[in-house]
Nanobody, 117 residues
Framework: VQLQASGGGLVQPGGSLRLSCAASGFIMEYYAIAWFRQAPGKERERVACSVDDTAEYSDSVTGRFTISRDSARNTTYLQMNSLKPEDTAVYYC?????????????WGEGTQVTVSS
């Protein structure tokens, strides 16, 4: 079982990035897939979660971030628009069976997102 996150990088404020989370070894459609982030000195924050046809977002990213799935590729994406310096963090994808509130059993390696001019 593996989750592979990618797509991070350096972007200017107001810019966009798309993160990808490729799943292998399990059927993604049976799992809630979430994106978390953790900035230095701060607690880990769940920013988005997708299960079935529903999506949840934290207040800090609502209206700017969009989570989506490609079942054929067993991949989940996080489209991040209107990025702000406070979005700078290591972003992780994780999978929980059936529901966003369940324990996250699988985690990917993080991908660094830096928003700076």
């Amino acid at each position: 079982v593996q989750l592979q996150a990618s797509g991070g990088g350096l972007v200017q404020p107001g810019g966009s990035l798309r993160l990808s989370c490729a799943a292998s070894g399990f059927i993604m459609e049976y799992y809630a897939i979430a994106w978390f982030r953790q900035a230095p000195g701060k607690e880990r924050e769940r920013v988005a979660c997708s299960v079935d046809d529903t999506a949840e977002y934290s207040d800090s990213v609502t209206g700017r971030f969009t989570i989506s799935r490609d079942s054929a590729r067993n991949t989940t994406y996080l489209q991040m628009n209107s990025l702000k310096p406070e979005d700078t963090a290591v972003y992780y994808c994780a999978a929980a069976f059936i529901d966003c509130t369940n324990i996250y059993d699988y985690w990917g390696e993080g991908t660094q997102v830096t928003v700076s001019s």
